[in-house]
């Protein structure tokens, strides 16, 4: 299986300011046969199923605030909220679909400062 | 409007099996794979298989292989997923989420979940 790395476990950053979170899989989720990386982030709130952010490492997810950003490729991701609002609080999780064997990271805490 | 309704909360034993099922509506249920995924208690998300409702074609986690089953019965658009052997460390909220039937698509619609708790 593909191992899915995130780092920091948890961060609190004030609001207005941005949050990076950093995603690393064990190997490449780079799919060849379209040349797209197969990498998704999710936001998940107490309580509630996740909810898709971005897709293809950087695609936003209709009706995704533009705040929200991702980038990478092969093997290092990030997503980036630019100025971060109290709504954001929540866990975010990046996975990989790479393979049918689909893995998730173990999830980043984003609290406000 | 497209609704995943899952089963209700379950509480099993160890070593006994639980069944939760998933209702769809508002959608072509056999355009759309559903996927299990489920949380423990304060812990990250766990992929554990997927199902074609049109063809029943199924796949597992190599974590579950053995332990899960995931079935379906197109004729009250409903999908059931399950678990034999439960341990306490398969108490978790247990999630359904469909996902268009194409390779390389994400879920787009969840279930509400369902808590197992596994417990003597």
């Known amino acids: 299986d593909i191992v899915m790395t995130q780092a920091p476990d948890s961060l609190a950053v004030s609001l207005g300011e941005r949050a990076t979170i950093n995603c690393k899989s064990s190997?490449?989720?780079?799919?060849?046969?379209?040349?797209?990386?197969?990498l998704a982030w999710y936001q998940q709130k107490p309580g509630q199923p996740p909810k898709l952010l971005i897709y293809?490492?950087?695609t936003r997810e209709s009706g995704v605030p533009d705040r929200f950003s991702g980038s990478g490729s092969g093997t290092d991701f990030t997503l980036t909220i630019s100025s971060l609002q109290a709504e954001d609080v929540a866990v975010y999780y990046c996975q990989q679909y790479c393979t049918t064997q689909w893995t998730f990271g173990q999830g980043t805490k984003v609290e406000i400062k | 409007q497209v609704q995943l309704v899952q089963s209700g909360a379950e509480v099993r034993k160890p070593g006994a099996s639980v069944k939760v099922s998933c209702r769809a509506s508002g959608y072509s249920f056999t355009n759309y794979d559903i996927n299990w995924v489920r949380q423990a208690p304060g812990q990250g998300l766990e992929w554990m298989g997927w199902?074609?409702?049109?063809?029943?074609?199924?796949g597992y986690a190599q974590k579950f292989q053995g332990r899960v089953t995931i079935t379906r019965d197109t004729s009250i658009s409903t999908a059931y997923m399950e678990l034999s052997s439960l341990r306490s460390d398969d108490t978790a909220v247990y999630y359904c989420a469909r996902r268009f039937a194409v390779p390389g698509t994400l879920p787009d619609y969840w279930g509400q979940g369902t808590l197992v708790t596994v417990s003597s």
């Open positions: 199902m074609n409702p049109n063809s029943g074609n199924t």
């Open positions: 293809w490492a950087s």
């Open positions: 190997q490449s989720v780079l799919y060849s046969s379209n040349n797209k990386n197969h």
